[in-house]
Nanobody
Framework: QVLLVESGGGLVQAGGSLRLSCTASGTIFSINAMAWYRQAPGKQRELVAVITSDGTTTYADSVEGRFTISRDNAKNVVSLQMNSLKPEDTAVYYC????????????????WGTGTPVTVSS
């Protein structure tokens, strides 16, 4: 069993900053990648940023240059530093982990946190 717990969401004004964190705990053999997704009301869930075990990062065009994803592999923690926030960043942010529970498993599996809301006011 794997548990992902997010923290750091809240209400901020446009131009402000927030730092989200997610910790993966439980029986984990290895983590291939961790990512942040977000979903605004009435819209599809979208990828915000992803980081692989070797440190390779990918960002959505809408957050490039403003958000930074980082990880601590030893602690199984992924963070998202969000700067220069805009009202369109308002959404529930979800942590995702692509991992193997056991060494003998043939493929990685996805696990999700329950989300943390971020609201950016004008």
């Amino acid at each position: 069993q794997v548990l992902l717990v997010e923290s750091g969401g809240g209400l901020v004004q446009a131009g402000g900053s927030l730092r989200l964190s997610c910790t993966a705990s439980g029986t984990i053999f290895s983590i291939n990648a961790m990512a942040w997704y977000r979903q605004a009301p009435g819209k599809q869930r979208e990828l915000v940023a992803v980081i692989t075990s070797d440190g390779t990062t990918t960002y959505a065009d809408s957050v490039e240059g403003r958000f930074t994803i980082s990880r601590d592999n030893a602690k199984n923690v992924v963070s998202l530093q969000m700067n220069s926030l805009k009202p369109e960043d308002t959404a529930v942010y979800y942590c995702n982990a692509n991992l193997k529970l056991k060494w003998w498993m043939t493929s990685f599996m996805d696990f999700w946190g329950t989300g943390t809301p971020v609201t950016v006011s004008s």
